[in-house]
């Protein structure tokens, strides 16, 4: 009987976990003219902007704008780059600003994109996340205060860390569009 009870209170937890992170909360979308200083500086100086609310509705897919915006979840293995085994980058759907690369990339088989560590020289905003019945550590891009996923200490060496996000809080550009997509920086990882 115990052992028949498991997969049933796995399942549970998991749909659980999906329900609850479906459940949107709004929050206040500000263009990069209306947010404090220091970021709005930032994102000036690196080229990397947020749009406003309404842009950002008719740029991005509804479901990237509930990610991005109202910290949704998407589905684990039915989303663009859970899978993905190209080269390249992978950069925030509403800013630009560079995230992860594939050369961190590991199949987590959680069925969304999970990655060692963030790219070179990326900051990323840790929040903590008590929406399910445990506290979880929240992701988000520095400069456009995109909700990215959740960092978990499982992940394999070097770092220990998983890093896994939706792949509608992002945007892959291949190693062979970098230099033309002004990513000139992050060639060397594919050298």
């Given amino acids: 009987m115990k052992n028949k009870l498991i997969p049933l209170v796995s399942t549970f937890a998991i749909s659980l976990a999906v329900l609850t ?7 206040p ?7 404090p200083g220091q970021i709005n ?19 991005l897919t509804p479901l990237q704008f509930n990610v991005t915006q109202n910290d949704a979840t998407e589905n684990p293995f039915k989303n663009e780059y859970w899978d993905n085994k190209k080269p390249g980058i992978y950069v925030d759907i509403v800013s630009g600003e560079p995230l992860f690369s594939s050369t961190d990339k590991f199949k987590s088989g959680t069925g969304w994109p999970s990655f060692t560590q963030p790219i070179q020289d ?35 060496a070097p770092t220990g860390k998983r890093y896994c996000i939706n792949s509608a809080s992002l945007r892959f550009v291949p190693k062979e569009s970098l230099k033309t997509e002004g990513y000139d920086k992050y060639v060397s990882l594919f050298n």
């Fill in 122 to 156: 990326v900051e990323l905003v840790i929040k903590e996340d008590k929406l399910l019945f445990y506290t979880r550590v929240e992701l988000r891009s520095k400069l456009a205060d995109s909700h990215l996923g959740h960092v978990f200490n499982d992940g394999p």
């Fill in 29 to 35: 979308v500000e263009s990069a003219d209306q947010m």
């Fill in 41 to 59: 500086k930032a994102m000036q100086s690196t080229g990397y902007m947020k749009p406003s609310a309404d842009v950002l509705k008719k740029q």
């Fill in 21 to 27: 992170t479906y459940t949107f909360f709004s929050s």
